[in-house]
């Protein structure tokens, strides 16, 4: 019989608030495995699963549930027997490493039940002395092994394991309230998006699509970000896809053509505070980092800043390019973001876009426009994709609003 082993970091350490971050990562680990069979219990620190079929599933499952650090798929040994935690060991080292290559090699012994009565460094050598003949270039090497067999002394029963899968970390997602992510199909803001995630915030992405500018391939881009960005988050998220073609035109064909960039974001700031009000959340973040590209200066950022009734955070702000192409590439948004579709910014940006806007000609740029109706009619013509689990639903936005209530 299999037992998982799932453990967590950081929310251990929060010490009043422990119980609550414990029960959101409970909450959230049944949740991501909704419709599976198995029982999920907490004992010493750490979380079990027991009576589960499908290992790969939930392997793939719990590596996205943030709050948990890593997790061990062991076996169980009835009855706490030495040999037969040894004998269980070579079988599954024999599966995964042949005898030829040289690696350094370690049994690392948990005595969970203080009582047992060897240390667990004695347990660990008699383990060890059984399992080493079987395997001629293992060395035993107590520092920096790259095998390591985990033994845990219960009072009843032993576990015995030889993996540990990495998860993402982080706290467990709804125990820090909700935001609103700018989601265009660039590598910068679904990254943005998965580091506030694994903060332990739930998020809703919003998308400025300028049909017929922006072609449905790059539509369909945004979505599989949202998608992948979802698979942190329970499999949950609801995307926001703004018409954003009438503003886009009339900023251009009213305002000061070096502003068009930091008007737009103006604008897209400004529908995304009114859609964050209705949904109650309670932040926006972007992938922006500064001296990025010309348009990511103090001043830029600045006289966006100051229009936004909510706090606007950029979880990438001080990372460079190659930091942030890492964590793409890691969380697999990447091969998805790099895929040749425009994005509205691009192909309406200025020849020479302003670098240090100077916030009292913004103001009176934007009062150029009719800015109420414009963004009414925005959002009016705004669609909702409904990403839940296995599904995806596309309604409107006054829909999705009559489906708050
Ligand atoms: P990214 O890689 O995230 O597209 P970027 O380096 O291309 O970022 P900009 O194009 O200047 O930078 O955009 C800065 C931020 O503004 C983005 O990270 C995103 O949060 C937001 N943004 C830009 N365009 C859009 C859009 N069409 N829809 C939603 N958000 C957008
Ligand atoms: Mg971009």
């Not at 290559?101 to 370690?106: N, Q, R, S, V």
């Not at 015995?160 to 590598?187: A, E």
């Amino acid at each position: 019989m299999k037992k998982i082993i799932i453990r967590y970091s950081e929310i251990a350490l929060k010490k009043g608030n422990r119980k609550r971050f414990e029960n959101k990562l409970a909450e959230n680990i049944k949740w991501t495995l909704k419709g599976e069979d198995f029982k999920l219990t907490r004992t010493w620190g750490r979380f079990f699963i027991t009576n589960f079929e499908n290992e790969d599933f939930f392997t793939e499952r719990l590596k996205k549930v943030p709050g948990i650090s890593n997790f061990s798929v062991a076996h169980i040994i009835e009855d706490r027997d030495l040999n037969k935690i040894a004998t269980k060991a070579i079988e599954l080292l024999s599966k995964d490493y042949d005898s030829t290559t040289k690696d350094f090699f370690k049994v690392d012994t948990k005595r969970i039940d203080k009582r047992y009565p060897k240390k667990s460094s004695e347990i660990s050598k008699e383990v060890a002395d059984i399992i080493l003949p079987n395997f001629e270039n293992f060395i035993v090497n107590l520092r920096k092994p790259n095998i390591t067999v985990g033994v845990e002394l219960y009072e009843n029963d032993a576990l015995v394991f030889i993996n540990r899968h990495r998860g993402v970390d982080g706290l467990p997602v709804g125990s820090s309230g909700k935001m609103t992510l700018l989601l265009s199909g660039g590598i910068d803001s679904p990254v943005a998006g998965y580091k506030i995630i694994t903060r332990g915030v739930k998020l809703n992405a919003v998308y400025y699509h300028s049909t017929p500018y922006t072609s449905e391939g790059a539509k369909l881009k945004v979505i599989e970000l949202a998608t992948i960005l979802s698979k942190f988050q329970n499999n949950y998220l609801d995307l926001f896809i703004v018409h954003f073609t009438e503003i886009q035109r009339a900023v251009r064909k009213e305002c000061r053509a070096s502003y068009g960039t930091v008007l737009d974001r103006r604008y897209m700031v400004k529908i995304a505070d009114v859609i964050a009000e209705k949904t109650l959340h309670q932040a926006l973040i972007t992938g922006e980092s500064i001296g990025q590209v010309a348009s990511q200066t103090i001043e830029n950022i600045t006289s966006v800043d100051v229009i936004s009734r909510l706090p606007i955070l950029r979880p990438l702000i001080g990372n460079n390019k190659l930091e942030i192409t890492a964590i793409a590439q890691k969380i697999e948004t990447y091969e998805t973001s790099i895929k040749p579709f425009d994005d509205c910014c691009v192909l309406f940006a200025p020849k020479a876009p302003v670098t240090k806007v100077k916030i009292e000609y913004l103001d009176k740029e934007g009062t150029r426009l009719n800015e109420d109706k414009l963004i009414e009619d925005a959002l009016l013509k705004t669609k909702v994709i409904k990403i839940r689990r296995n599904q995806i639903d596309e309604i409107t936005y006054s829909e999705y609003l009559e489906g708050l209530r």
